[in-house]
């Protein structure tokens, strides 16, 4: 028995057989060879071979997997054909009289070291996915046949190195229980393929291929990092406790998926999801969420070499909001400047980017590349409930502000006689504290706040919460923060047909879920993944008790000392977290 | 054989989708087409070699090509960069 620990990569427990994968990498040596002729036949019946291999996993991976990853291997098959790489293994074999499989190894090593090189994501993927087809050709050139993983009798946990896609491509996924590697981070691809499997996996092991054989017993422990090989009785038992929990635990938020975010006494609030692109809107409707509370749209601008185009957006905007039939959609216009900058749009560097030219001012600069956004918005705003937030906004005249460019575009879509939604929500972000505590006067020109609880953190203490000297004074439950949320919902209380919602940190975070209710907070935007945890929160508790236990919390002296006492109500209230 | 010398002007250079715009061009014409950077020479139809070119913005290039549309490919390409691939 013995128990390493790595990288949590997927959550979950599973109880298997080990299967070692390992990858049959052969010595090739440098021998010169007199008949090219056989090796330029050698090459080319291998890249047919290759052809025909990726062909098939292409299919199976579109079945199985989604059209996404079948494009991986599209890619694959454009290695095969590349002019660079078939012409530098030919001119290897002919001028140089190497032998095929050494000319393969040459020139993707070659290619995989320049690519791996550069500091850029993309192109490291692209040297994964360069290794991956060069081993591939210089198998099918020495005949060598990799253990087959589509066609496995028992369930098994896969134990390897790394996994590349075209190793989990051809999986055998019914019997495929759970991933232990060597390497890997979270972001890794066998990091990827274990969550959208929905296996535990657990990476970074160091040297788990060289300690476990195939047939042990093990656990894979996705919750706490760890995996255990031939356990005890004891041991297996009390993992065996574990899993039960967990999945009776994921039974409970699954059974909740599709019912109203409503306390016990009937005070019904709406669980939305926080997005940074259109891929990520299954994840919220997956946790079911209602809408979605918070489209970061910078990423469209910051995922692209150019300006993106309004068609662009609008292709983007409506796609997520025709997901959502009924909910609503908040897209927060470009909020870029301070840290994030794109790279064709010239900025200086500044003394305080925080207080400098960023979001909305940096719009207010750039009035086209704003307006573009706010058409493309208004565009899409016939396919949903959209609602335009900007961000940013330290008063009043700012508001009136963006809403005259608005208007401008509005007609100039009347001109152009394309439809939008007349009566588009328009909202703002609660971000400096200034527009917190003038909520009130903010209200006359807008439908809707969102609290951005980070900002409004870093704005109101006065701290930057990246800079570990002084982070510790970073505090949502400061009683100072409470008390500017409470001003703001209570503003909207105020209101008919207005509502405030909360799309920071501090709206996902279960020791907070019961204070926010309680301040009177109607919207949460979250992470997809906190979404049901925090609906079973709400739906164990009373509006009653979480007012109380908020108002109780505005008087306290520390953010140490309400912290505390929420935690004691909750236990008292039975609310475990 | 027709060649002509350019500057890459967009922002990222040949990056991810310049790139493949590039080489997708360059696939359409029938002639032998290469980049020449700093000596270096590099076949246009490749993406795998146009990406390793590592040909970032200011970058000065040969393009050049031999065969039946020679003279069109050449302009086809350098109009390309010269637009900044329609940034």
């Known amino acids: 028995m013995f128990v390493k620990e790595g990288i949590i990569a997927s959550p979950g427990i599973v109880i298997a057989k080990a299967l070692v994968y390992e990858k049959i990498l052969v010595e090739v040596n440098k021998h010169k060879i007199e008949d090219t002729e056989a090796e330029m036949v050698k090459f080319q019946n291998a890249i047919q071979k290759s052809h025909e291999q990726l062909e098939a996993i292409r299919i199976k991976a579109i079945n199985e997997l989604g059209e996404e990853e079948g494009a991986i291997f599209e890619a694959h098959a454009m290695v095969l054909d590349d002019p660079e790489f078939v012409e530098g293994v030919e001119a290897e074999i002919n001028n140089n009289h190497l032998s095929a499989d050494y000319a393969v190894k040459n020139v993707t090593d070659r290619f995989y070291e320049i690519f791996d090189q550069m500091d850029d994501p993309y192109f490291s993927a692209r040297a994964a996915d360069i290794k991956d087809v060069g081993t591939r050709v210089l198998q099918n050139i020495l005949g060598i046949v990799q253990a087959d993983l589509s066609k496995l009798d028992e369930d098994v946990i896969i134990i390897a190195d790394d996994l590349t896609p075209s190793d989990t491509a051809q999986m055998d996924k019914k019997r495929v229980m759970g991933f232990a590697t060597n390497i890997g981070s979270r ?3 066998t990091a990827i393929m274990a969550r959208s499997l929905e296996i535990p996996a657990v990476l970074g092991l160091g040297d788990i291929t060289g300690t476990v054989k195939t047939g042990d017993l093990m656990v894979v422990d996705g919750l706490t990092g760890k995996v255990c090989v031939n356990p005890t009785n004891e041991q297996l038992e009390s993992y065996q406790n574990e899993k039960m929990k967990y999945q009776n635990y994921l039974k409970e938020l699954e059974a909740l998926k599709d019912l109203d975010a409503v306390t016990l006494d009937g005070r ?3 669980l939305v999801g926080n997005i940074g692109e259109p891929n990520d ?13 918070l489209y970061r749209t910078e990423f469209l601008y910051m995922n692209s070499d150019v300006m993106p185009s309004e068609e662009k957006q609008f292709a983007a905007y409506r796609s997520v909001l025709e997901a959502f039939p009924n909910g609503p959609v908040i897209i927060r216009t470009l909020d870029i400047g301070g840290d994030k900058k794109l790279p064709y749009l010239p900025m200086d560097d500044e003394q305080n980017p925080f207080l400098g030219l960023r979001a909305i001012r940096l719009c207010f600069k750039e009035i086209g590349l704003f307006k573009i956004q706010l058409r493309a918005i208004l565009r899409a ?19 009136r502000q963006a809403k005259a460019i608005l208007l401008d575009c509005m007609k100039e879509l009347d001109q152009e006689q394309r439809p939008y939604d007349k009566a588009v929500k328009v909202g703002v972000m609660i971000e400096i504290p200034s527009a917190a505590i003038a909520a009130d006067i903010i209200s006359k020109e807008v439908d809707f706040f969102s609290i951005g609880t980070n900002d409004l953190c870093q704005y109101t203490l006065a701290v930057d919460r990246m800079n570990q000297e002084v982070s510790y004074l970073y505090d949502p439950f400061n009683p100072a923060i409470l008390r500017l949320i409470k001003q703001v919902t209570a503003t909207s209380e105020k209101k008919d047909n207005f509502f ?4 920071g940190e501090m709206a996902g975070d279960p020791l907070a879920a019961v204070l926010l209710l309680g301040l009177g907070l109607y919207e949460f935007s979250m992470s997809a993944l906190s979404i049901p945890q925090i609906k079973k929160i709400i739906r164990s508790v009373r509006y009653e008790d979480a007012k109380n236990i908020a108002d109780a919390a505005l008087n306290m002296d520390s953010g140490e000392e309400i912290m505390d006492f929420v935690q004691e109500s909750m236990k008292k209230l039975n609310l475990n977290i | 054989m027709v060649k002509k010398e350019v500057t890459v002007l967009n922002a990222t250079g040949l990056h991810a989708r310049p790139a493949s715009m590039f080489v997708q061009t360059a696939g359409k014409f029938k002639s032998k087409i290469f980049v020449i950077k700093e000596g270096n020479s590099i076949n246009a139809k490749s993406i795998m070699g146009i990406m390793a070119g590592g040909i970032s ?3 000065t290039i040969e393009v050049q090509a031999e065969g039946d549309d020679e003279a069109e490919a050449v302009d086809a390409l350098v109009q390309l960069i010269n637009d900044k691939f329609g940034e």
Not at chain 1, 281 to 293: F, H, Q, R
Request: a neutral charge.
């Open chain 1, 500 to 503: 405030t919602g909360m799309c």
């Open chain 1, 268 to 270: 019904k609030v709406e």
């Open chain 1, 381 to 399: 705003s016939v396919y949903g409930h959209a609602h335009i937030m900007f961000p940013m906004i330290s008063s009043i005249t700012e508001v």
């Open chain 1, 187 to 189: 972001t890794s691809h």
């Open chain 1, 281 to 293: 809107v299954a994840g919220v409707l997956k946790n079911g969420g209602v809408g979605v509370g």
């Open chain 2, 57 to 59: 913005q200011g970058t």
